[in-house]
């Protein structure tokens, strides 16, 4: 069983940047592909992110491409999510993700077996 440990979410203001990252407890991370959904609230959960397990490849929702990279350091088993010039609508509880099936980008819920617990990003106006 994979656990995945986000942190790095907190208040700020519209135009700044926050970084978050996600620690997980799986040494063959490296094979895993990963992504970033967010939950606004009283909405559902929705993708922000994906990153294919080379790091080579990389997908965006359009609501974040421009703002938002996806990156991963394998030897220390972290996903992190760079967030620059954060909007109010980019409030939300944050959630990492994770798969062993590896190949290609996941923009999908039911393409990631393993969830963390998520961080709040809340950005002020």
């Known amino acids: 069983q994979v656990q995945l440990v986000e942190s790095g979410g907190g208040l700020v203001q519209a135009g700044g940047s926050l970084r978050l990252s996600c620690a997980a407890s799986e040494r063959t991370f490296s094979r895993y592909r990963l992504g970033w959904f967010r939950q606004p609230p009283g909405k559902e959960r929705e993708f922000v992110a994906a990153l294919s397990w080379s790091g080579g490849g990389t997908y965006y929702a359009d609501s974040v491409k421009g703002r938002f990279t996806i990156s991963r350091d394998n030897a220390k088993n972290t996903v992190y999510l760079q967030m620059n010039s954060l909007k109010p609508e980019d409030t939300a509880v944050y959630y990492c993700?994770?798969?062993?099936?590896?190949?290609?980008?996941?923009?999908?819920?039911?393409?990631?077996?393993?969830w963390g617990q998520g961080t709040q990003v809340t950005v002020s106006s």
């Open positions: 993700a994770a798969d062993p099936r590896g190949g290609g980008l996941g923009s999908h819920l039911y393409e990631y077996d393993y």
